[in-house]
């Protein structure tokens, strides 16, 4: 923390912070914990994110592939398109370009089978 002089919440906030470490480095030395730098690529953590973003965004489910879901938009955008729903079926289309970028990209992976 950076300031010109400590107030009473950062000291408390600082306090806290010292008792929780220090019960953490009694555990660890009780169970023979050493701790250890997590190694993991800034990369892996963003494409993690976009699929898990993708995947709730789309409504994929566990076993369906990618095009799977573009084939399932395409069926459900050309249905808004016959109803004359066309604002619908453009906001179906855009999502299934989208999915596409992402398939010709291989900016992530397809569920595991």
């Known amino acids: 923390m950076y300031a010109d002089e400590l107030t009473d919440s950062m000291d408390k906030a600082i306090t806290e912070t010292n008792r929780r470490r220090r019960i953490q480095e009694e555990y660890n030395k009780a169970h023979g914990i050493t701790p250890q730098t997590i ?19 789309y409504d994929i489910k566990p076993d369906e592939t990618l095009e799977q879901v573009v084939s399932r938009l395409t069926d459900e955008m050309l249905k808004h398109a016959k109803n004359m729903e066309f604002e619908q079926a453009a906001k179906l289309r855009d999502k299934i370009k989208e999915l596409q970028k992402f398939i010709e990209d291989k900016q992530i992976l397809s569920p595991k089978k």
Do not use: C, N
């Open 39 to 57: 190694k993991k690529s800034v990369r892996d953590t963003i494409k993690a994110t976009i699929t898990d973003d993708i995947k709730a965004e």
